[in-house]
């Protein structure tokens, strides 16, 4: 694919993403305050039901700091991929499926770019929670930290894409584009991703699967820093980066076969429009 296309395919892309955003204002709104009323709610819940002095002896971190960050992450991650794993059933219902299919439009390259606009979204969500929370925490190094933060959410985001190709191709390959199984795949990588539940407090089971996922890694270096402060084992937390980083690329083949594979197969039985 030319250079030239891939910026057109991108360029549409981002007209697409922000037209639909733009046109439903009360989703960008919802995405801003989402991480502020899940850890008001949170922290409602569990001052009645203990200390904040416990969960800062459990976890390390203000439980307030820690849940805004928490949310972000998982939006940062999540929205950067739900595009993926979700697009076939939107292009399906809205009839568009047949037209993508056949158009000469690589799809790998489609879904390489279609991270990257929800992804500029995210940046701007960090801005508004997670950089004035810990501003006012940590001051000039809240300040510091915030923006580690909110590009190691970023990087957990392309992280997933490979690994989201993979599933996303591997599910619609098997049972057609059902909504029903990632409504229930969904919700188990908001556990393991360990934003909420950190992975050192998980069962091994549930650790050993966490590991395999490659935005885990940076989640870890998130909550490491926020533990320790900007003085936390560097080399630890570029390992984790370097971890999830390397997991990404291992799954990039996977994920692109598990694409073509459907692809093929869609192709092979038809689509109707």
């Known amino acids: 694919m030319k250079f030239s296309e891939f910026v057109e395919l991108l360029k549409a892309e981002f007209m697409f993403v922000y037209g639909d955003v733009f046109r439903r204002k009360s989703l960008l709104l919802l995405i801003i305050i989402y991480p502020y009323m899940f850890t008001f709610f949170v922290l409602l819940l ?11 002896s459990r976890v390390g971190v203000d439980p307030v700091e820690f849940f805004i960050v928490a949310s972000f992450v998982i939006i940062a991650v999540l929205s950067v991929t739900d595009d993926i794993l979700w697009r076939p059933i939107f292009d399906e219902n809205m009839g ?19 991270p990257l606009p ?7 969500t960090g801005a508004a929670t997670v ?8 001051g000039i190094e809240g300040v510091v930290m915030a923006l580690i933060v ?3 959410a970023a990087a957990g985001g392309l992280f997933f894409s490979t690994l989201a190709m993979l599933i996303m191709g591997a599910i619609y ?3 057609g584009e059902s909504w029903r199984v990632l409504n229930v795949i969904r919700p188990l990588l908001m556990i393991l991703l360990g934003a909420f539940y950190p992975r050192y407090l998980m069962p091994l089971g549930a650790r050993m699967l966490s590991w395999i996922l490659p935005p885990s890694h940076p989640v870890a270096a998130i909550q490491l820093m926020l533990a320790n402060g900007l003085s936390a084992e560097v080399s630890t937390a570029l ?12 799954y990039a083949p996977l994920g692109r076969s598990a694409v073509l594979a459907w692809e093929r197969k869609k192709l092979e039985s038809g689509v109707s429009a």
Not at 96 to 114: C, G, K, Q, W
Not at 118 to 124: D, P
Not at 131 to 138: E, K
Not at 242 to 248: E, P
């Open 173 to 175: 390959s098997m049972s």
């Open 239 to 250: 390992m984790l980066l370097g971890v999830g980083a390397a997991l990404a690329v291992l």
């Open 131 to 138: 950089l004035p929370v810990l501003t006012y925490y940590r």
């Open 150 to 152: 909110i590009g190691m």
């Open 46 to 56: 569990g001052s009645a039901m203990g200390s904040t002095q416990v969960f800062i």
């Open 96 to 114: 568009t499926l047949p037209y993508i299919i056949s158009s000469p439009v690589s799809r790998i390259a489609l879904y390489v770019v279609m």
């Open 118 to 124: 929800r992804l500029t979204i995210t940046l701007a």
